[in-house]
T-cell receptor, first 114, second 115 residues
Framework: AQSVSQHNHHVILSEAASLELGCNYS??????LFWYVQYPGQHLQLLLK??????LVKGIKGFEAEFIKSKFSFNLRKPSVQWSDTAEYFC????????????FGAGTRLAVHP | GAGVSQSPSNKVTEKGKDVELRCDPI?????LYWYRQSLGQGLEFLIY????????KSGLPSDRFSAERTGGSVSTLTIQRTQQEDSAVYLC?????????????FGQGTRLTVV
């Protein structure tokens, strides 16, 4: 069965620190990849997505993610976090080329201290 | 409407009662998902509808859970004989579906509390 693993469940950083959140998936075929963010008290919203093309994807608020096919990974990065980045981050995978469900990782709760 | 709408936003029910949760997807979206979000448990897939295809029910935790989607639009998630462990936020999402654009848009969720 397809699965998504997020290695860090809780991350605590100080402002201006760099961020990298790991995401690995298990599926051998072509995939669509997503990072969603849930700010406190708000609904899930898309941060960035990869369908094809350049494996380095840039999203909103200075976030980026790199798809490394050989490692089945889609790690999220931000060079310098802000207090407002405090949120829960979810990686999601959907096998492309067919009608398939979107599978989410368990999420990573990020707390940024001023 | 402009986004995915879920109702009610909050529901408190007594153990053993049935509940119905409603989701209005974005107009034109053929794919609809239900997820459950429990504290510390991430997003648990429940069920997936895609057009006229048979729904993928592989995530429903027990036969007390069922969902339907009428006319390819509105969906209702029903939980029968609710238990305390059913307490969670139930999220609905929709997407254009198909083989290309599978970006999902989420509703605000229904917070279910079983007492």
């Amino acid at each position: 069965a397809q699965s998504v693993s997020q290695h860090n469940h809780h991350v605590i950083l100080s402002e201006a620190a760099s961020l990298e959140l790991g995401c690995n998936y298990s599926y051998g075929g072509t995939v669509n990849l997503f990072w969603y963010v849930q700010y406190p008290g708000q609904h899930l919203q898309l941060l960035l997505k990869y369908f094809s093309g350049d494996p380095l994807v840039k999203g909103i608020k200075g976030f980026e993610a790199e798809f490394i096919k050989s490692k089945f990974s889609f790690n999220l990065r931000k060079p310098s976090v802000q207090w407002s980045d405090t949120a829960e981050y979810f990686c999601a995978v959907n096998p492309s080329g067919g009608y398939n469900k979107l599978i989410f990782g368990a999420g990573t709760r990020l707390a940024v201290h001023p | 409407g402009a986004g995915v709408s879920q109702s009610p936003s909050n529901k408190v029910t007594e153990k053993g009662k049935d509940v119905e949760l409603r989701c209005d997807p974005i107009s034109g979206h053929t794919a609809l998902y239900w997820y459950r979000q429990s504290l510390g448990q991430g997003l648990e897939f429940l069920i997936y509808f895609q057009g006229n295809s048979a729904p993928d029910k592989s995530g429903l935790p027990s036969d007390r859970f069922s969902a339907e989607r009428t006319g390819g639009s509105v969906s209702t998630l029903t939980i029968q004989r609710t238990q305390q462990e059913d307490s969670a936020v139930y999220l609905c999402a929709s997407s254009l579906g198909g083989t290309g654009n599978t970006e999902a848009f989420f509703g605000q969720g229904t917070r279910l509390t079983v007492v």
